[in-house]
């Protein structure tokens, strides 16, 4: 793993500086690029360095390079214009380091991210045509209703999302996401499911677990998902 500090422009002033954004970077020459970012506020190693032990587990599975960021609102700017503007910028970047990254100058690039995080995604996957897949992780919608539904019906990647029956937060709003799309769509295209047990934070170790499968499950080809023995504990 490496640190790098990158930057993003928040807003569409141009005049204002651009905000530095620290950078966590696990390589893997496979030529696949996976993003990942936290929900509203999230640091960018997360509870128990979840998201450190998430990066390296999907490296050592062979599924691609991963880069990590936090997520973090921005004094004087709307958390809805912050978050997507954070995501696109940081994937330009990485797109621009690819070959250091994962080895290739035009990777497969995929993205994962948890509750304001998995929004910002849901709202920028239209900029990127070289993104095969999105994996949204109890999504809300801090980065905007109409910017998430605008973007999902012109992706025609697949869309994999997953939330707890118990989650509070964004309630049945996961189940509409995983409906929105270009006509025609196959339905392996469009996936939802929903964990028993489980909060909006996937509290608990099993729980956590769970959540280390997802990304073999929307970015590989781990079946069933939920699985009994895959994945790795993230945290008690």
Known sequence: ??????????????????????????????????????????????????????????????LGAVVRCGNHPVDRVDFEDACKAQIRDLTKTALEKAISICGSPTPELYFMGFSAGASAMAATAQLFPQLKALLLMAPSTDAGYDSMKASLSQFSGAVSVIVGAADLVVG???????TWGPEGLSARSRRLVVIPQCDHQFRGARNGQILSQAPLWAFGDLDPFPHPDAGIILYD
Do not use: C
């Open 1 to 62: 793993m490496r640190k790098e500090i990158w930057s993003y422009s928040p807003s569409r002033d141009r005049r204002e500086a651009p905000i530095p954004l620290p950078v966590e970077i696990h390589p893997h020459a496979n030529g696949r690029l996976i993003i990942n970012m936290p929900g509203w506020d999230g640091a960018i190693d997360g509870y128990q360095q979840k998201y450190t032990k998430l990066a390296e587990f999907l490296v050592e599975q062979g």
């Open 172 to 178: 049945s709003f996961p189940r509409e996401v995983a």
